[in-house]
Nanobody
Framework: VQLQASGGGLAQAGGSLRLSCVAS????????IGWFRQTPGKERELVAS???????YLIDSVEGRFTISRDNAKKTVYLQMNSLKPEDTAVYYC????????????WGQGTQVTVSS
């Protein structure tokens, strides 16, 4: 199983970035995919997740600015990030867990998002 995250970079405050997470080696449609982020000295936090029937969850601080979506045919989950703020700066990770389970067992490498003010 492999998850490949990409799309990070540098953006100005108010700008946009789209992260992609491409999966391989799993029956993608059966997996919940989450996007997490981490900054130095802080614990990794769940930012958004999308379930197998495309129900979504986003934390309050990104609600209305971020959108998570999935394309099962491409085995890809997207995190569209709009109206970026400097506090969104972090390393973003995608992770997967089989539907109905509690722990994310598969992780991709991180992609850095930096938002300048």
């Amino acid at each position: 199983v492999q998850l490949q995250a990409s799309g990070g970079g540098l953006a100005q405050a108010g700008g946009s970035l789209r992260l992609s997470c491409v999966a391989s080696g799993l029956t993608f449609a059966n997996y919940v995919i989450g996007w997490f982020r981490q900054t130095p000295g802080k614990e990794r936090e769940l930012v958004a997740s999308i379930y197998t029937k495309s129900a979504t969850y986003l934390i309050d601080s990104v609600e209305g600015r971020f959108t998570i979506s999935r394309d099962n045919a491409k085995k890809t989950v997207y995190l569209q990030m709009n109206s970026l703020k400097p506090e969104d700066t972090a390393v973003y990770y995608c992770a997967g867990k089989f539907r109905g389970t509690s722990d994310y067992g598969y992780w991709g490498q991180g992609t850095q998002v930096t938002v300048s003010s």
